[in-house]
C-alpha cells in the first residue's frame, strides 16, 4: 500500500484562474477526505465522501469550491476564479468507515497571485 | 460552534524528558479522539487516537482522555530532538461529521 497520494503537489496560478487537484486514496478506505490549512492553523474540513456520494459539505465552502469522486476511488477539488484568500495547503485524507480513523496525503500547496 | 483548543507553545523540554501535551474541546458528545504530528511543510501524520475515557499506550505515546472534563492529552516519553514538531489534537463527535482539529502545539526537543 502506498498510502494516499495527491498531484500536483504545488500549484502557482492567477487570481481569476480555475485550478483542479486530484487524490488518490488508500484503496482499501471508502471514506475520503478534503481540508485546507493555512499557516499556523489545523486543517479546516471542507467536504467528504463515502464511495461515490458526498455526505457533508462544509458551510464556508463557497459555490466556488466543488468535489467530485466518480466511481467512489480517486476524487478531484477544483476551485473556480480563484482568489488571494485560496491560497493554502490543500489536503485529502483517506479512512475506513467502520473507524474514524484518516490517514492524509502529501497535500497540494496553491499559491494564488 | 465547536472547538478544540491548544496551547499553541512553544514547548520546549530536554531530551529525554517527557512532553506533555494538552487539549479540550467543547462538544460534550464527542466520541473519538485523535493526535497528528505534523512536521513543518509536511502533511499530519496519525500517531494515536483513543475512544474510551483513561490511558492507551503505544510505544513512547500515551493519549489520556477525560470525557468529564472534556481533556485529551499526549504524553511522549523519552522525547527525542526528531520528536520536535506541531502536534495536532483533533476530535469527532457520532454520525456523518467532520474532524474538527486545533490549532496545534509546537514542541521542541532540545539535545
Known amino acids: 500500500d502506498t498510502g494516499v497520494s495527491q498531484d500536483p503537489r504545488h500549484k502557482i496560478t492567477k487570481r481569476g484562474q480555475n485550478v483542479t487537484f486530484r487524490c488518490d486514496p488508500i484503496s482499501e478506505h471508502n471514506r475520503l477526505y478534503w481540508y485546507r490549512q493555512t499557516l499556523g492553523q489545523g486543517p479546516e474540513f471542507l467536504t467528504y465522501f463515502q464511495n461515490e456520494a458526498q455526505l457533508e459539505k462544509s458551510r464556508l465552502l463557497s459555490d466556488r469550491f466543488s468535489a467530485e469522486r466518480p466511481k467512489g476511488s480517486f476524487s478531484t477539488l477544483e476551485i473556480q476564479r480563484t482568489e488571494q484568500g485560496d491560497s493554502a495547503m490543500y489536503l485529502c485524507?483517506?479512512?475506513?468507515?467502520?473507524?474514524?480513523?484518516?490517514?492524509f496525503g502529501p497535500g497540494t500547496r496553491l499559491t494564488v497571485l | 460552534q465547536k472547538e478544540v483548543e491548544q496551547n499553541s507553545g512553544p514547548l520546549s523540554v530536554p531530551e529525554g524528558a517527557i512532553a506533555s501535551l494538552n487539549c479540550t474541546y467543547s462538544d460534550r458528545g464527542s466520541q473519538s479522539f485523535f493526535w497528528y504530528r505534523q512536521y513543518s511543510g509536511k502533511s499530519p501524520e496519525l500517531i494515536m487516537f483513543i475512544y474510551s475515557n483513561g490511558d492507551k499506550e503505544d510505544g513512547r505515546f500515551t493519549a489520556q482522555l477525560n470525557k468529564a472534563s472534556q481533556y485529551v492529552s499526549l504524553l511522549i516519553r523519552d522525547s527525542q530532538p526528531s520528536d520536535s514538531a506541531t502536534y495536532l489534537c483533533?476530535?469527532?463527535?457520532?454520525?456523518?461529521?467532520?474532524?474538527?482539529f486545533g490549532k496545534g502545539t509546537r514542541l521542541s526537543v532540545i539535545a
Open positions: 485524507a483517506s479512512g475506513p468507515s467502520e473507524t474514524d480513523t484518516q490517514y
Open positions: 483533533a476530535v469527532k463527535a457520532p454520525g456523518n461529521t467532520p474532524l474538527v
